[in-house]
T-cell receptor, first 115, second 113 residues
Framework: DAGVTQSPTHLIKTRGQQVTLRCSPK?????VSWYQQALGQGPQFIFQ???????QRGNFPDRFSGHQFPNYSSELNVNALLLGDSALYLC???FGGGPTGNTIYFGEGSWLTVV | EDQVTQSPEALRLQEGESSSLNCSYT??????LFWYRQDPGKGPEFLFT???AGEEKEKERLKATLTKKESFLHITAPKPEDSATYLC??????????????FGKGTHLIIQP
């Protein structure tokens, strides 16, 4: 059973450029969330996608956008990159997101370095 | 605003020396409290979800407990391979959907042989 898969693993971008990160959720999961983790910090919630719509958003600017496809996979796009966007970007998947709690699994992340 | 505070920030133990990690939280309507293990350069690995005060869960040398204000991760007779950063997170929810997680900064645990 494949877990959460993310690509690319590492990438380097120049300030001002745009980047797209990709995520395939765990088999059977339909909800994808994205997190940003700076060195020495806990992950910070960016946004969550369910049924191809952004359902909830954390405290991140509009430069951060996303998309969910019919097969539940997702993309995170970041425009006009800043040096401060350098971080580990984590994708998390879960099922349904209903009233009860979920088991939420994370991928290995994509390391983004902005120079 | 939901908040999670973990203590200590770092902990060094001898192999076999049991201890506990603390996670204090404030949240509007706790839906779940999560514990994860994270190795350097890797994504968080799921350990436990606790849903209500008084609940306990165990996995090998780890035991997680939950009260209305905090959670503890007890590590019994740890081994060097238990060395990692342990993250605590809360999930709030006032409606029908599941909210994103709010994480603490983690406890960096080192187990010396």
């Amino acid at each position: 059973d494949a877990g959460v898969t993310q690509s690319p693993t590492h990438l380097i971008k120049t300030r001002g450029q745009q980047v797209t990160l990709r995520c395939s959720p765990k088999s059977g999961h339909d909800t994808v969330s994205w997190y940003q983790q700076a060195l020495g910090q806990g992950p910070q919630f960016i946004f969550q996608y369910y049924e191809e719509e952004e359902r909830q958003r954390g405290n991140f600017p509009d430069r951060f956008s996303g998309h969910q496809f019919p097969n539940y996979s997702s993309e995170l796009n970041v425009n006009a990159l800043l040096l401060g966007d350098s971080a580990l970007y984590l994708c998390a998947s879960s099922f349904g997101g209903g009233p009860t709690g979920n088991t939420i699994y994370f991928g290995e992340g994509s390391w983004l370095t902005v120079v | 605003e939901d908040q999670v505070t973990q203590s200590p920030e770092a902990l060094r133990l001898q192999e076999g020396e049991s201890s506990s990690l603390n996670c204090s939280y404030t949240v509007s309507g706790l839906r779940g409290l999560f514990w994860y293990r994270q190795d350097p350069g890797k994504g968080p690995e799921f350990l436990f979800t606790l849903y209500s005060a008084g609940e306990e869960k165990e996995k090998e040398r780890l035991k997680a407990t939950l009260t209305k204000k905090e959670s503890f991760l007890h590590i019994t007779a740890p081994k060097p391979e238990d060395s990692a950063t342990y993250l605590c997170a809360v999930q709030a929810g006032s409606g029908g959907g599941a909210d994103g997680l709010t994480f603490g900064k983690g406890t960096h645990l080192i187990i010396q042989p």
